[in-house]
């Protein structure tokens, strides 16, 4: 059967149900067919199935109408059995190489990590060999993920070649460029670097259609559903270990080494790959899964910087702009911005507005103010003390924050008012995206040098 005609199949047991129903009129149906339709053919260009993007087209055409719910319930069963459970009677051919390809990758990123240790750098070495670990994690892994992309989506000759310039370059500034052992510009670059990157990631895994806002947005959502499974299999790793420590110390063997220089860094590697892959083949399943977790941080974050905002305006208590609070507050704030770039992902643009709008509002208005708090405190700090390198990084980045968040939320306000398409704001947070990699590389490339490499 062909992957035509097995759509056709799927689209004409959709039909078939909503015949059924008498106060479904013939014009809803196919307004509703039509919209079916383009979601199939977006999820599919994004690397599903014909099969795996029927499933998650219907889940989200239950958002939009009372009937099309009831059907994804009812038909979801039967074809997430097929896709997910027992697998192995429809696996394809190119399901199987993409997975060899995948652990075949995984590996390889795994030996990357252990490469340097012919070159005497030890990962439990002297301190300029954890330097040298921490300024390349990203090169370990990412350009092995970005290959995984890319040979994925058939990437053209050009944009290998484009793929392939910034993984040298980084290469070469990171470990070219005299760092001072320690110093702020070195720490900065580790943490900015793997920010560059993966974006570069995305352009391997829109397959070099960077313009195409759809295809931005796949990213925006897969990089939030790779995080996920990366996390529990971090945490699947964790429990393992725990029990390999247990089973080998009750015979009176210690694994720590073993477990220290090779499962953990390894392993650490060789899941970036892993948990890539399974995002691309069970996207059906983690569908069920992100809503539900963004419907519950949206919530408990807005409450948070809520009650913050307020305690801060009542008891006069300014924030203390120290290292370690610039980089708490940074990472809150930049943790919020990815929440909400999620849960706009996740949420269906033709649906009016409701509820859950004027939440992710008030989430955008509460992370302007701390923002602007965070601002305030960070120029009172700079006009007394001058510019550091850890000051004018978080100042570009809370600047960058700050417009962005500025400007959803005029686009999220037209949108409650019925002014605006939801769609203006999905393309505004996806258009913005480059703003933060040509920060990172700026900060990695351009601060040590304009700072003197402390």
């Known amino acids: 059967m062909s992957k035509d005609w097995a759509l056709e ?42 099969d795996e993007a029927f499933l998650v087209a219907i889940k989200r055409l239950g958002d939009l109408d009372t009937v099309s719910r009831e059907f994804a319930n009812e038909y979801s069963e039967r074809l997430w059995k097929q896709l997910v459970v027992a697998p192995a ?6 399901s199987r190489r993409e997975a060899i390809m995948a652990v075949g990758l995984a590996i390889a990123a795994g ?10 750098l030890r990962l439990d070495g002297r ?20 290959g995984f992309f890319a040979l994925k989506r058939g990437l053209h000759k050009a944009g290998w070649f484009s793929l392939a310039v910034p993984f040298i370059a980084a290469g070469v500034i990171i470990n070219l460029l005299p760092f001072e052992p320690e110093g702020q510009t070195e720490v900065l670059a580790v943490i900015h670097l793997p920010i560059a990157l993966w974006l570069t990631v995305g352009f391997a895994y829109v397959g070099a259609q960077w313009r195409n806002h759809q295809q931005r947005m796949n990213f925006v959502r897969f990089s939030g559903e790779w995080f996920i499974y990366y996390t529990l299999i971090a945490l699947g790793g964790g429990v393992l270990i725990a029990f390999t420590f247990f089973i080998f110390e009750a015979i009176g063997l210690k694994v720590e080494p073993l477990i220290g220089r090779w499962v953990v860094p390894c392993g650490a590697a060789g899941a970036f790959l892993i948990g890539a892959w399974l995002v691309e083949s069970k996207q059906s399943v983690i569908e069920n899964m992100a809503p539900v977790l963004t419907a519950l941080f949206t919530p408990l974050f807005t409450v948070l910087l809520l009650v913050f905002v307020v305690t801060m305006i009542w008891t006069g208590n300014a924030i203390d702009v120290g290292r370690e609070v610039l980089i708490g507050f940074d ?13 706009i992902s996740a949420r269906d643009p033709q649906a009016p507005p409701g509820q859950f709008d004027r939440l992710r509002l008030l989430l955008i208005v509460c992370a302007l103010l701390v923002d602007i708090l965070a601002l305030w405190a960070m120029a009172e700090r700079i006009s007394e003390f001058g510019f550091s390198p850890n000051k004018t ?25 019925k002014r605006s398409p939801f769609t203006r704001l999905e393309r505004w947070q996806t258009a913005y995206l480059p703003a933060f ?13 304009i700072f003197k490499y402390e």
């Open 111 to 120: 030996i990357a990590v252990k490469v340097p240790e012919l070159f005497g």
């Open 331 to 343: 990472l809150l704030l930049v943790l919020v911005l990815g929440l909400l770039l999620y849960s």
């Open 437 to 449: 990699a040509v920060w990172a590389w700026i900060v990695v490339t351009l601060f040590p040098v």
């Open 9 to 50: 199949e799927h689209i004409g047991e959709w039909r078939a149900y909503f015949s059924g129903r008498q106060a479904v009129h013939t014009a809803d149906v196919e307004e509703l067919e039509d919209h079916l339709r383009s979601q199939v053919e977006a999820l599919s260009k994004a690397g599903l199935t014909q």
């Open 127 to 146: 301190d300029s060999d954890e330097s040298f670990y921490a300024r390349n994690a990203s090169l370990f892994v990412l350009p092995f993920l970005a």
């Open 89 to 94: 009677a429809g696996t394809s051919s190119s």
């Open 393 to 417: 990084a978080a100042l570009g980045l809370n600047l960058l924050l700050l417009v962005n968040l500025g400007w959803s939320a005029v686009l999220y306000t037209r949108f409650l008012a």
